[in-house]
């Protein structure tokens, strides 16, 4: 069984100098890639490093989480398209996209908060679309809105992943319709996430990726443990169970998709 982890933050292993204890615990489990994700300047570099030390092993991205967004958020988008040269060019443009889970309390605060995510979620569609390459929505409390942007920039929909999915049936349904597609983390093991597991039913297995989000979101019956890309074969196992495919089946399958998706040579 070969599994990719299409989805996961690896500079907490490397900076701790866990990344080697990290892979033999992976490759045990059946997960032989990695696609180590930005989310601000902060973990670009390092991820570029480490694409070039672990070629073939580890691919990157690079975006501006909507989390990190803040003042300054024209100068850090404005760096981005630097990273998009051979031979350590990124896979994919992301994470980026919109989360109102996390802003401020004060009402005048959080609109000044969406406005900035909303104007650097544009400038990084735009900047995606004209690099041609995949994008990796981050959405959060806001899926029309973010549907809505991601429509009027005109990006191409079969380059779209809504990662780690928490939304139902219909709002994959909507996403499908268009092109895109969602990709599943361990927050489909948990026993209250009857929604999630709907909505990974009605994509199905044609589209589907996996993914740890490490080290957030660790997967039944790690829940209190930091996540790591080894925990993505229990959660490839509940999404056989909840798909009723078998598992090797699955696992061929995402795996196929991810290299298709991500253009992974």
Known sequence: MELIDSHCHLKGFKDKGELKPMFERATNAGVKRFI???????????????????AGKIDYTVGLHPCYVNDDWEAAVSQLSTFF??????????????????????????????????AAFRQQLMLASEL?????????????????LIDESGVDWQRIVFHCFTYGAKEVAQIIALGGRASFTGI???????????????????????????????????????????????IAERCAQVLAVPLADLAARTSDNTRDFFNLK
């Open 85 to 118: 040269m051979p031979p350590c060019a990124p896979v994919a443009f992301g994470e980026i996209g919109l989360d109102y889970f996390h802003l401020p309390k004060d009402p005048l605060q959080a609109g000044e908060v969406i406005l900035m995510q909303e």
């Open 36 to 54: 180590t994700v930005g989310t601000s300047p902060e973990d670009w570099v390092p991820y570029r490093e480490m694409r070039a030390a672990y």
């Open 132 to 148: 041609e390459c995949p994008i990796i929505i981050h959405s959060r409390d806001c899926f029309a809105e973010c549907l809505n």
């Open 188 to 234: 489909a093991t948990y026993k209250s996430a009857h929604t999630v597991r709907e909505a990974l039913r009605e994509q199905g297995i044609e589209r589907l990726m996996l993914e740890t989000d490490c080290p957030y979101l660790s997967p039944e019956p790690h829940r209190g443990k930091s996540n790591e890309p080894a925990y993505l074969a229990p």
